[in-house]
């Protein structure tokens, strides 16, 4: 297949590249820079020239391929809501440009679209289309894709982590690294799940290969990871102390990441492994932070 990658220089993106590649598949990449272009060619792949503020070079990009894989976002959470309508506009374009035709569209989206209820492990069958998650809209898009009779595709993904990055857990490492201390609140009994990129990487192609129209699959390899063990093994790691904080400290030592960190954001991949053979094997969420430094 050519297939066609938004966020192709990015962490995800990255290792999609060569995953797609190994399996036969030649790469379009999305890139906006001469610097994106030279790693895209570096890496075997074809770079295309577009952005996502432009969605006539979304829907080109898209519409000359035979398939798309979406992973591209702007993680900047002091704008996370604007952000999360910027993906939903991307999401639309990229659909255009598949509008009439069999092929696959994979979007990224979080497990936390899984969880019926505040609190519940996060199903692949379940979409909570009311969620107070700004990140509703990307799945809401997809949704008013499928109703237009495009195949799109929902892989949402857990903490993706290899030893470099970790998802939200690097925002915890870096605050904990900044105050001195690695915190949790309460017991830290919430729990969140994750995955190795390389795992998240396979998942994608797996899922774009399949072509399932209204698939939701979910990148999480470890389930439940308790948020203490969490701030535990970050304390171990950097020689941090390792400390509870009551809800209300909670609010002022760890900032915008308040939201998150006394949440349980547990989500099962059950029915991902059984429908797509995906046998994740890559470095757990702790084995990874372990073999960080204290100068990474």
Known sequence: MRVFLTGATGFIGSHIVPELLAAGHHVVGLTRSDAGAAALIAAGAEPYRGDMEDPESLTRGAASCDGVIHTAFDHDFAIFVAN???????????????AGTAKPLVITSS??????TPGDPALEDVFADQSPNPRVASELAGQALLDRGIHAIVLRNSQIHDTRKQGLVSEVIALAREKGVSAYVGEGSNCWSAAHVSDTARLYRLALERNEAGARYHGTAEAAIGFRKIAETIGETFGLPTKSLSADEAGEHFGWLTAFVSKDMSASSTLTRERLGWNPDGPTLHADIRAMTASA
Request: hydrophobic share 50%; glycine share 14%; charged share 15%.
């Open 111 to 116: 497990t936390a679209m899984g969880s019926a």
């Open 84 to 98: 999360c309508q910027k993906d939903a506009r991307a999401i639309a374009a990229l659909g255009s440009g598949l």
